[in-house]
């Protein structure tokens, strides 16, 4: 089911923004919302970022989410080290009608 | 405070079967749907399907037809997960999600997870 793309690992040094894309097609992220969840190791992942680029309550203003064509994109700002998670990508697939999520992208803070 | 609390570990022989259970508290249980996804070791999450908690009515993804079966207690406000016919490759953490509904497919509350090995 992880049909949506991202990259396996991302890095940067506290402080500094990364980056992390999410590649998908037509009928997911290039025609529906985008959410973002992050896991910590070893718990349940949490709502990050829903409806492509809204923060739920708590969620710090330094994440932010964006979406262009099929491709989407979560950003993070003035890294921090507790930030170190597994980060995630889903949208709703209207072909397979189903919740396609990335195969996660393990961020690692320098 | 929201919370999805789920069973405990559970270890199984291949072909038996195993039932999840997932309480919930501090909400209206029947105003927002349940879903269950699937975390196998070192991998991703893949999406299960879904229970109306209104209902009864479950949805289920392509890959968990047939052996993978969702149903509800209202009056306890707990959702299950009950998988038979076990097998190796069902070895996994299971989570239920809240989907806060606005718009769908939005999981705003999760469970711990449940860890199901499936191992002679």
């Known amino acids: 089911q992880s049909v949506l793309a991202q990259p396996p690992s991302a890095s940067g040094t506290p402080g500094q923004r990364v980056t992390i894309s999410c590649s998908g097609s037509?009928?997911?992220?290039?025609?529906?919302?985008v959410n973002w969840y992050q896991q910590l190791p070893g718990t349940a992942p949490k709502l990050l970022i829903y409806n492509t680029n809204q923060r739920p309550s708590g969620v710090p203003d330094r994440f932010s989410g964006a979406k262009s064509g099929t491709s989407a994109s979560l950003a993070i700002s003035g890294l921090q080290s507790d930030d170190e998670a597994d980060y995630y990508c889903t949208a709703w697939d209207g072909s397979l009608k189903v919740w396609v999520f990335g195969r996660g992208t393990k961020l690692t803070v320098l | 405070q929201v919370q999805l609390v789920q069973s405990g570990s559970e270890l199984k022989k291949p072909g038996a079967s195993v039932k999840i259970s997932c309480k919930a508290s501090e909400y209206h249980f029947t105003n927002y749907a349940m879903n269950w996804l699937r975390q196998a070791p070192g991998q991703g999450l893949e999406w299960m399907g879904w229970?109306?908690?209104?209902?009864?009515?479950?949805t289920y993804a392509q890959g968990f037809t047939g052996r993978f079966v969702f149903s509800l207690d209202t009056s306890v406000t707990t959702a299950y997960l009950q998988i038979s016919s076990l097998k190796a490759e069902d070895t996994a953490v299971y989570y239920c999600?809240?989907?806060?509904?606005?718009?769908?497919?939005?999981?705003?509350?999760w469970g711990q997870g449940t860890l199901v090995t499936v191992s002679s």
């Open positions: 037509s009928s997911n992220v290039g025609s529906q919302t």
């Open positions: 999600a809240r989907d806060e509904g606005r718009p769908p497919g939005t999981f705003d509350y």
């Open positions: 229970i109306n908690t209104n209902t009864g009515s479950p």
